[in-house]
Every structure is written in structure tokens, then in C-alpha cells.
């Protein structure tokens, strides 16, 4: 039992080479609806997304990103809106309520025979500017990453990178 789920796990690995095949937004609002399904610091789902589909956005962002020129026909853009979260008190999370929504999309991209790649923006400030300037967010609007999304052109084996030395149990030793 489980053993699915840890197969979709290992398997997902970062895809840096994509086919042409245009991924259908029916797919990219299945990949939002699972980051959604993330869990937040006191439910407050801080998130907002870009989800971009058109080759001129993703020409933009290709250019724009230092580490972005790889050939994905889609990406989804995470981003920290604090005007929106649920329960404020808990906002200084939202680092780790939109990683826990990135790596659901990662999950379920996967599973669905999808390869992705996280590419960082947030803390650096000129790549934060360059994706808020490319895909028009407000100033209040933090982008963390951006995610290229496609059919994979790559094949890549599954894996863990499991390794005992970094696991102390009960005490750290």
C-alpha cells in the first residue's frame, strides 16, 4: 500500500528538455487545483498563480529568466499575495505554504506523465522584478518561482536521494 505514490515520487524529476506538444489548459487547471490542495501555516492559502500558455509570455520569460531558456510550452508562476491569505497572523509562512503548493504540482505533473522544472525567483530581487514586469504583477504581489511545464523530451530514471547519515532518530547524534 503506497507504493504508487512513492513510485509518482521518485520518478518526478527536473525536465529541462520538452516536445512541442502544447499542454491543454484542461491539464494546467488540474495542476492548480492540486496546488491548491496544499496545506498552509492556519489555512491561510497566501497564493495566487500565473498560468502561462502563450509562446510570447513564454518567449518573455525564456529571455528574462537567467536560467530559464529551456523549450517548455507552459509554466506556472507562484506567488505570495498577503492581501488575500485567510488568516494574516500566520503570513510569514507563506514561503513554505507556496513550496508545499509547488511540490503538489510537481506530484501530480508526474503522475500525469509531466516534466517540470522550478525555477527560483524570490529572494532575488532583479528576478523578481524581471517575472512581475514580464507577467504584470501588482507591487504587492511576491512571485517565488516560476515552473516550466511539458511533455517531456527527456527520460530520466527514478530516484531517491535517501541517505542515512542525514537521518537521526529520536536525538540529534
Known sequence: MGTEILNIIFKRRSIRKYTEQK????????????????????????WEFVAVDDEGVMDQ?????????????????????PKIGKNPACDQF??????????????????MGLGTVWLGVYP????????????????????????YVGYPAEQKEPRTQYEERRVHWNRYS
Open 23 to 46: 499542454v491543454p489548459r484542461e491539464v494546467l487547471i488540474d495542476l492548480l487545483k492540486a496546488a491548491m490542495a496544499a496545506p498552509t501555516a492556519c489555512n491561510n492559502q497566501p
Open 94 to 111: 507563506w514561503v513554505q505554504d507556496c513550496s508545499a503548493a509547488i511540490e503538489n504540482i510537481f506530484i501530480a505533473a508526474a503522475g
Open 61 to 81: 520569460l525564456r529571455a528574462g529568466l537567467q536560467h530559464g531558456k529551456y523549450n517548455a510550452p507552459a509554466a506556472i508562476i507562484v506567488c505570495h499575495n
Open 124 to 147: 532575488k530581487p532583479d528576478t523578481v522584478e524581471t517575472v512581475r514586469g514580464i507577467v504584470g504583477l501588482p507591487e504587492e504581489v511576491t512571485p517565488l518561482a516560476v515552473l
